[in-house]
C-alpha cells in the first residue's frame, strides 16, 4: 500500500494536473496557504454547496439563507470575544527565526507516540494473524500501554497550559525536548498570543479611515440579522438561518493544501431554539449532519465524532464530525450548542434588543443557538481525496479514476465520436445540444477511445457516451459506466433517464 504521505502528494498534484485547484497566483509563485479553483475544482466546489444548500433550505420549511457581507461593523468582532480571544499561541525558535504554533509542536510530538504504537499492534497484528485481539493487546503489551498513556498525560497537560498559563506550555515543550522541526534547535522564546483576524481599513484618508475586519467566520452575519430575518419572514422558534460564504483567518500552521488555508468559504446554518431545548436540537443536528455526509457514500468508516470535553467560551455542548483525511482524522464539521452567548453580547454592544416573542409561551426571550459549520473546501478534500483511486485491471494495466459521488461530479457525461468523421461527429454534437440544457456534458474527440476514457475516469465524469456507425443506423450509442466499466447499449431517447437517475440530487438526499 502506498504511503500516506505519497497519496496525499498525488491528491496535490492531480488536483492541479487535472485543472481542479492551482495555487493562488502562480506566475509569482504562489501565496501561501491560498488556493484558486480551476475549471472543473470551481463545479464540484459549487455542486457540494448545491447539496448543502438543498438538504438544509429548500428540505426544511423552517431554515432560510442569508448571504451578508464579508465587511462588518467593527463592534461586532468586540462583541463576539474575536478581538479578545481569537488567538493561536505562537512560539519563535531564537535560532532558526522560524514561528511555530506551541500546541501543533506539541500535538505533533504526541502523534509519533501514537505511531510508535501503531506500530507495535501492527507487527503484532502480523505475528499473531488471526488470533489477535486488538483491543486486549493495547491494554497489556506495556510499550504501547507506555507510548497511549504519556500521549494522554501530555494532551492533557497542554489543555490545561492552554487555558491556565502558557508559561507551562514552554516548559512542556522544553521538558520533551521538542526541537525546531526544520533545524533541530531547541531555543525557544516564550510563548505569545497572536490573533488571527485580518484587518482592513475602511475610507479613504488615513485619518477618517476605520479599522476593519475581515470576517473570520460567516455565524456573526447571521446572528446580527437573527431579527431582521425572524420579523420580515415570519419565522417562529425553532428555525434556522443559513448561509455560504468566505472567511479569512491569518492562520499560522498553514499546510495541509486546502485542509488549512488562509481564505475559504464556510457552509453554517444557526438553528434558533427556545432556552431549555437547545440539547433536543443539539442531538437532532449532530445526527442529521453525520446522516448528510454519510448520504454520500464516501464510507461510513472514514468519519467519527469527536465531543469537545473542554468548551469554548460560548457553548454548552459541541462536537466535531472528523474526517479521515489523507493525514488522518481531522475536524470536518463542528456542531455547537452556542447558548444565547452570541445575540446577548450583540444586545449589550449595540444597545438594542434581540428578542423573539413567543405566543406560545406568552413570553419574550432570547433564543437559545446550535450552530452547524462546515468547511467546504475541507468538503472538497474529503470528497476528492476519498475518490481518488488507482485501480488494477483485471489485464494487470492501472488506470486513475476519481470515483466522486455522481451528484458532485463536475461533468456528468462526456460525449466521444468513436472517429472524427463520417457525420460521427455532428451526431455526437447533437447529444450535447439535447443533454446540456439538463446536465454538464463535455464534447471529446481526440485521440483513441480508450484514452478518452481513461481522461474522463481521471475527471471523475460518471458516464462516457460513444457514437459510432451503428449510431446512424439504429440511433443507438454505447453508455459506459465510470466506475464498472460496464457498456451498455441504449437509445439517445434513453440517455437523459439514465443520466438523471444517477446525479439527481433528490435521489442521492434521499438516502439520508
Ligand atoms: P480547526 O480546529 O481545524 O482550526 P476550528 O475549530 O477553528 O478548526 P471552526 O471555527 O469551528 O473551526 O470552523 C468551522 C469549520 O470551518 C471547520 O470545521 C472547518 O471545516 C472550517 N475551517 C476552519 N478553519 C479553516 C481553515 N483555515 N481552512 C479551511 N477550512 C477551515
Same mark, same amino acid.
Given at each position: 500500500m502506498a504511503k500516506q504521505e505519497d497519496i496525499f502528494k498525488n491528491v496535490v498534484s492531480h488536483a492541479k494536473e487535472y485543472g481542479f485547484i492551482f495555487p493562488s497566483s502562480e506566475v509569482y509563485d504562489?501565496? *501561501?496557504?491560498?488556493?484558486?479553483? !480551476?475549471?472543473?475544482? #470551481? /463545479?464540484?466546489?459549487?455542486?457540494?454547496? $448545491?447539496?448543502?444548500? &438543498?438538504?438544509?433550505?429548500?428540505?426544511?420549511?423552517?431554515?432560510?439563507?442569508?448571504?451578508?457581507?464579508?465587511?462588518?461593523?467593527?463592534?461586532?468582532?468586540?462583541?463576539?470575544?474575536?478581538?479578545?480571544?481569537?488567538?493561536?499561541?505562537?512560539?519563535?525558535?531564537?535560532? *532558526?527565526?522560524?514561528?511555530?504554533? !506551541?500546541?501543533?509542536? #506539541? /500535538?505533533?510530538?504526541?502523534?509519533?507516540? $501514537?505511531?510508535?504504537? &501503531?506500530?507495535?499492534?501492527?507487527?503484532?497484528?502480523?505475528?499473531?494473524?488471526?488470533?489477535?485481539?486488538?483491543?486486549?493487546?493495547?491494554?497489556?503489551?506495556?510499550?504501547?500501554?507506555?507510548?497511549?498513556?504519556?500521549?494522554?498525560?501530555?494532551?492533557?497537560?497542554?489543555?490545561?497550559?492552554?487555558?491556565?498559563?502558557?508559561?507551562?506550555?514552554?516548559?512542556?515543550?522544553?521538558?520533551?525536548?521538542?526541537?525546531?522541526?526544520?533545524?533541530?534547535?531547541?531555543?525557544?522564546?516564550?510563548?505569545?498570543?497572536?490573533?488571527l483576524m485580518f484587518g482592513t481599513k475602511l475610507g479613504a484618508s488615513a485619518e477618517s479611515a476605520m479599522d476593519l475586519y475581515l470576517r473570520p467566520e460567516t455565524a456573526q452575519g447571521i446572528f446580527v440579522n437573527?431579527?431582521?430575518?425572524?420579523?420580515?419572514?415570519?419565522?417562529?422558534?425553532?428555525?434556522?438561518?443559513?448561509?455560504?460564504?468566505?472567511?479569512?483567518r491569518n492562520e499560522i500552521v498553514a499546510r495541509q493544501f486546502?485542509?488549512?488555508?488562509?481564505?475559504f468559504e464556510q457552509m453554517e446554518m444557526q438553528f434558533f431554539v427556545r432556552p431549555g431545548e437547545e440539547m433536543k436540537w443539539y442531538h437532532h443536528w449532530k445526527d442529521t449532519r453525520l446522516k448528510w455526509h454519510l448520504s454520500l457514500g464516501l464510507g461510513k468508516e472514514n468519519y467519527r465524532f469527536h465531543d469537545h470535553e473542554k468548551l469554548a467560551h460560548y457553548a454548552n455542548a459541541a462536537a466535531d464530525i472528523e474526517f479521515n483525511f489523507p493525514f488522518g482524522f481531522k475536524e470536518l464539521e463542528g456542531i455547537h450548542s452556542r447558548t444565547d452567548f452570541d445575540l446577548k453580547a450583540h444586545e449589550k454592544y449595540s444597545g438594542r434588543k434581540l428578542q423573539y416573542f413567543d405566543a406560545e409561551l406568552n413570553e419574550n426571550y432570547v433564543p437559545y443557538v446550535v450552530e452547524t459549520s462546515v468547511g467546504l473546501d475541507r468538503m472538497f478534500l474529503a470528497v476528492f481525496a476519498t475518490s481518488l483511486q488507482e485501480e488494477t485491471l483485471e489485464d494487470g494495466s492501472t488506470r486513475t479514476v476519481l470515483k466522486?459521488?455522481?451528484?458532485?461530479?463536475?461533468?456528468?457525461?462526456?460525449?466521444?465520436?468513436?472517429?472524427?468523421?463520417?457525420?460521427?461527429?455532428?451526431?455526437?454534437?447533437?447529444?450535447?445540444?439535447?443533454?446540456?440544457?439538463?446536465?454538464?456534458?463535455?464534447?471529446?474527440?481526440?485521440?483513441?477511445v480508450g484514452r478518452r476514457y481513461r481522461r474522463q475516469d481521471a475527471l471523475g465524469t460518471p458516464f462516457c457516451i460513444t457514437v459510432d456507425h451503428q449510431t446512424l443506423e439504429d440511433e443507438t450509442v454505447t453508455i459506459r459506466h465510470r466506475d464498472t466499466m460496464k457498456q451498455d447499449r441504449v437509445k439517445i431517447t434513453e440517455?437523459?433517464?439514465?443520466?438523471?437517475?444517477?446525479?439527481?440530487?433528490?435521489?442521492?438526499?434521499?438516502?439520508?
Open positions: 504562489g501565496l *501561501s496557504a491560498v488556493y484558486d479553483y !480551476a475549471q472543473n475544482g #470551481v /463545479e464540484l466546489k459549487k455542486n457540494i454547496r $448545491e447539496y448543502w444548500w &438543498k438538504s438544509m433550505v429548500q428540505m426544511n420549511e423552517n431554515i432560510v439563507g442569508l448571504d451578508a457581507a464579508i465587511l462588518m461593523h467593527p463592534t461586532t468582532w468586540k462583541a463576539s470575544g474575536h478581538v479578545d480571544a481569537f488567538n493561536d499561541p505562537l512560539i519563535d525558535n531564537k535560532d *532558526s527565526k522560524k514561528r511555530y504554533r !506551541a500546541d501543533t509542536l #506539541v /500535538e505533533d510530538y504526541c502523534k509519533k507516540l $501514537e505511531d510508535k504504537a &501503531k506500530k507495535e499492534i501492527d507487527k503484532a497484528k502480523a505475528r499473531f494473524g488471526d488470533a489477535f485481539n486488538e483491543e486486549e493487546f493495547v491494554t497489556t503489551n506495556a510499550r504501547v500501554v507506555e507510548y497511549l498513556g504519556k500521549k494522554k498525560e501530555i494532551l492533557s497537560r497542554l489543555a490545561k497550559g492552554m487555558t491556565d498559563d502558557l508559561q507551562d506550555v514552554k516548559a512542556l515543550i522544553e521538558e520533551l525536548g521538542i526541537a525546531d522541526p526544520e533545524t533541530g534547535s531547541k531555543n525557544w522564546t516564550d510563548v505569545k498570543q497572536f490573533n437573527f431579527l431582521n430575518v425572524q420579523k420580515s419572514g415570519r419565522m417562529k422558534v425553532p428555525f434556522g438561518i443559513a448561509q455560504t460564504g468566505k472567511a479569512f486546502i485542509f488549512r488555508m488562509r481564505e466522486l459521488p455522481a451528484v458532485l461530479a463536475p461533468t456528468k457525461a462526456a460525449v466521444l465520436p468513436l472517429v472524427k468523421k463520417d457525420g460521427l461527429p455532428e451526431v455526437s454534437r447533437k447529444i450535447i445540444e439535447d443533454l446540456k440544457w439538463d446536465f454538464n456534458v463535455a464534447y471529446d474527440e481526440k485521440d483513441a440517455l437523459r433517464g439514465i443520466i438523471e437517475n444517477e446525479v439527481s440530487m433528490k435521489n442521492w438526499l434521499m438516502k439520508m
